[in-house]
């Protein structure tokens, strides 16, 4: 640190006065967006557009850390087809010009994930309409946002070795509808549809080098991966969500590394994308759960940064007010605490560890300038 006053500052401080937090800040904090940027590296977090547009501190303290927000939910079919036959892009595009207003990046998720689907689809879905459908969902949504996002997580959650299929693939909607061709298939469509757009398989469960079905999952990853590179098929990224476990030690080393430099070797650039904590069951008060997530992400982090691959940082909101653990791991006492601020917006010991781990990142080169489609 050298004692620079940043943008982030300015903007934290008074986002935090405007709601009477004025001591929180005892010493200067320094953006994560420009730390990243820096280091080659692109720093964001998902959140949906209310939450930007209803709640300004919390809209200040996005804008003053983030290059990029990735859409957390208003991309997803539940969103976007309410009917068969319509698209409605309201939501989205509110986050979208919310974000372009302040020349910040989007980041597109999801276009073919098992959840979040109307139920209209489960109807609809058969092996005569899965092509159609979703030649339609992607060419329509990519295409609406041509050269304005950057990346894509075209296909998410497509590995699932517990489903039993010796190339490990989820037995998704779609898998049984077109069998494996439908994940060729997104990559082609997404392509097509913005040439210029970095193209990403996303999943869950990749990180830890002492769970079993984490490391049948890297292998089931990687050899999906070699196989759609040897077809052909644009994809351009792996992006690993890294959901971290509060109650689990931090058992990433070797295995990770090699897993990282697999992916690296078959020509993709890795993004971490949808980084936070599960503290659900982690029985220590608020204190010790913030100093145990402070170290999660410091060793995680200094492990996947060292990979010059990974291209992207982004956390999966960015403060406790706003998280996906209300829906998927809440506590008993409703404390989820899985991000860097509090719900007070205030920096917690997650934010000094992410700060610390992006100044001692390596540098990569700077990521080329957007071109847009
Ligand atoms: O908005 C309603 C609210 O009005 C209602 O009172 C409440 C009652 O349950 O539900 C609210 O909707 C919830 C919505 O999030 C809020 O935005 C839904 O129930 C809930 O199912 C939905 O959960 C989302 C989940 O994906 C399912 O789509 C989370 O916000 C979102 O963070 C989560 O994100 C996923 C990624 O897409 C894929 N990877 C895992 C990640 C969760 O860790």
């Keep these: 640190m050298n004692g620079r006053?940043?943008?982030?500052?300015?903007?934290?401080?008074?986002?935090?006065?405007?709601?009477?937090?004025?001591?929180?800040?005892?010493?200067?904090?320094?953006?994560?967006?420009?730390?990243?940027?820096?280091?080659?590296?692109?720093?964001?977090?998902?959140?949906?557009?209310?939450?930007?547009?209803?709640?300004?501190?919390f809209a200040a303290l996005v804008q003053s850390e983030c290059a990029q927000v990735t859409a957390e939910n208003v991309l997803k079919w539940l969103i976007v087809r309410p009917t068969p036959t319509g698209f409605d892009f309201t939501r989205a595009d509110r986050l979208a010009g919310w974000l372009a207003a302040r020349g910040m990046g989007l980041y597109g998720h999801c276009l073919v994930w098992h959840e979040a689907l109307p139920s209209w689809l489960a109807e609809r879905l058969s092996s005569a309409s899965a092509e159609g459908l979703l030649q339609e969902h992607i060419s329509t949504v990519v295409g609406h946002y041509r050269g304005r996002v950057r990346a894509w997580d075209v296909v998410i959650e497509a590995v699932e070795n517990a489903d039993g299929r010796a190339d490990?693939?989820?037995?998704?909607?779609?898998?049984?509808?077109?069998?494996?061709?439908?994940?060729?298939?997104?990559?082609?469509?997404?392509?097509?549809?913005?040439?210029?757009?970095?193209l990403a398989l996303a999943d869950y469960g990749l990180e830890y080098d002492d769970i079993p079905w984490m490391l049948d999952k890297r292998q089931a990853i990687v050899r999906l991966i070699r196989a759609l590179r040897s077809q052909g098929v644009p994809i351009h990224a792996l992006n690993l969500q890294s959901h971290l476990l509060g109650d689990h030690p931090p058992a990433f080393g070797q295995g990770l590394r090699a897993f990282l430099q697999d992916v690296a070797d078959l020509g993709l650039e890795i993004y971490i994308g949808e980084l936070d904590l599960d503290d659900q069951n982690v029985s220590a008060n608020a204190e010790g759960r913030d100093r145990a997530a402070a170290d999660i992400f410091a060793r995680y982090l200094d492990v996947v940064l060292e990979q010059p691959a990974v291209k992207m940082l982004s956390t999966w909101g960015l403060s406790d007010r706003y998280t996906a653990k209300t829906y998927i791991a809440p506590r008993p006492d409703g404390d989820m605490r899985p991000l860097p601020f509090d719900r007070d917006l205030r920096p917690k010991r997650a934010s000094t560890a992410i700060q610390a781990a992006l100044e001692r990142a390596p540098k990569r080169p700077p990521l080329a300038p957007f071109r847009g489609g």
Aim: proline share 8%.
């Design 168 to 198: 490990g693939l989820r037995r998704s909607p779609w898998l049984n509808a077109m069998g494996p061709d439908y994940i060729a298939e997104s990559f082609h469509l997404a392509h097509a549809a913005d040439p210029h757009a970095h």
């Design 5 to 57: 006053w940043t943008r982030r500052d300015t903007v934290l401080a008074g986002a935090l006065a405007s709601i009477g937090v004025g001591p929180a800040l005892a010493a200067p904090l320094y953006s994560f967006r420009d730390l990243a940027a820096e280091k080659g590296l692109i720093f964001g977090c998902a959140t949906d557009p209310e939450h930007l547009e209803q709640d300004l501190p």
